[in-house]
T-cell receptor, first 110, second 115 residues
Framework: QKEVEQDPGPLSVPEGAIVSLNCTYS??????FMWYRQYSRKGPELLMY????GNKEDGRFTAQVDKSSKYISLFIRDSQPSDSATYLC??????????FGTGTRLTVIP | GAVVSQHPSRVICKSGTSVKIECRSL??????MFWYRQFPKKSLMLMAT?????????EQGVEKDKFLINHASLTLSTLTVTSAHPEDSSFYIC???????????FGPGTRLLVL
């Protein structure tokens, strides 16, 4: 079983839709959770960072962490064509390496 | 804040030559930097962890003599692909650890093409 599972998509939504991206994980020691956005041929850009369980909101983006279910989500409201990218979840426990999901390719259609 | 740069962004070289890629943390000091490789439409594959002033830690299956890593200062790590071959063609991305946040910030990546 992989440490982190993420549906690779692809996911296509119309402009303005609410997008829900999810990851599950198996290691209960993970405490730090991140979502990265990666445009084609670019490095990943940190979107959201959350420590432990709870919600975090930043503009149109909301990150949720449910440690009891080992499940994290990223919601994008009022999606825009510029949101079209690959979204990677990542997580770690303490001073250790990041574990990545495979990434979900999102396309927002104008 | 937390900006990481990479140079060059693209490089084309002949088979058998060596290529050096630089990774710099521009506005913070990074005790630890990481080097990843990414194949098309795939996730990031960690190659090695680079610690300032000490030898890098390589992941299983990564040849340390082929991928030389130097982390001479708190803001600079270099990856040298020695005697490059076409199968080394890939997208190489570095990241720097911002320990206060327990997260990594990534560079823009370097696309290497070996002919």
């Amino acid at each position: 079983q992989k440490e982190v599972e993420q549906d690779p998509g692809p996911l296509s939504v119309p402009e303005g839709a609410i997008v829900s991206l999810n990851c599950t994980y198996s290691n209960s020691a993970f405490q730090y959770f991140m979502w990265y956005r990666q445009y084609s041929r670019k490095g990943p850009e940190l979107l959201m960072y959350t420590y432990s369980s709870g919600n975090k909101e930043d503009g149109r983006f909301t990150a949720q962490v449910d440690k009891s279910s080992k499940y994290i989500s990223l919601f994008i409201r009022d999606s825009q064509p510029s949101d079209s990218a690959t979204y990677l979840c990542a997580m770690k426990s303490g001073a250790n390496n990041l574990f990545f999901g495979t990434g979900t390719r999102l396309t927002v259609i104008p | 804040g937390a900006v990481v740069s990479q140079h060059p962004s693209r490089v084309i070289c002949k088979s058998g030559t060596s290529v050096k890629i630089e990774c710099r943390s521009l506005d913070f000091q990074a005790t630890t930097m990481f080097w990843y490789r990414q194949f098309p439409k795939k996730s990031l594959m960690l190659m090695a962890t680079s610690n300032e002033g000490s030898k890098a830690t390589y992941e299983q299956g990564v040849e340390k003599d082929k991928f030389l890593i130097n982390h001479a200062s708190l803001t600079l790590s270099t990856l040298t692909v020695t005697s490059a071959h076409p199968e080394d063609s890939s997208f190489y991305i570095c990241s720097a650890d911002l320990r206060l946040q327990e997260t990594q910030y990534f560079g823009p990546g370097t696309r290497l093409l070996v002919l």
